[in-house]
């Protein structure tokens, strides 16, 4: 537990770095929490809005799930969005990739070991939508779908596609 609260102060801290010296509400900033699959972690985020249609953004994540810990998810995305309502809502689409690293505490290979930690790259697509209810905060929420490409010629369909949502608090620089 204390690596995990360790692990996520240290995500939000690194991603409100670019916001310090951020000009024209460019820059978002973000922290929420991601449900998905069997486990909860702590999510932040750095947006930056190349224009009102268009956008990056960088995700990090660490947490818990039924299985084991995972230590980080890191993500970075192109995004498309549609504002609407004086600007102050707008409905996203986005697509990327991500890399993540657990370490599972399943029993494997028929010991009673834990498991050693692996990596692995996943593409990432979703939707979401945004409401600012003032000029510098808001809140998001999105669902993102994620394929473990490296299972996909397994033989089997356990763990190819799974998927999370995300609901955060978010403050515009």
Not at 98 to 107: E, I, Q
Request: aromatic share 12%.
């Amino acid at each position: 537990m204390k690596k995990f609260i360790v692990g996520a102060a240290a995500i939000l801290a690194a991603m409100s770095l670019p916001a310090l010296t951020a000009t024209a509400q460019n820059h978002e900033v973000g922290a929420g929490v991601s449900v998905g699959g069997t486990g909860v972690l702590l999510n932040g985020r750095y947006v930056y809005n190349i224009n009102k249609n268009f956008r990056l953004e960088a995700e990090a994540a660490a947490g818990t799930f039924i299985l084991g810990d995972v230590d980080y998810f890191v993500s970075a995305f192109a995004v498309a969005r549609r504002p609407f309502g004086e600007n102050n809502s707008a409905v996203y689409a986005r697509a990327g990739a991500g890399y993540m690293s657990f370490t599972s505490d399943f029993l494997c290979g028929g010991n009673f070991s834990p498991c050693e930690s692996e990596t692995r790259a996943l593409g990432q697509a979703g939707v979401g939508v945004e409401y600012f209810f003032s000029e510098k905060w808001g809140v998001k929420l999105d669902a993102t779908a994620v394929v473990n490409p490296g299972d996909l010629d397994n033989g089997n369909n356990d763990d190819d596609f799974t998927g999370y949502g995300v609901l955060s608090v978010v403050r515009r620089f």
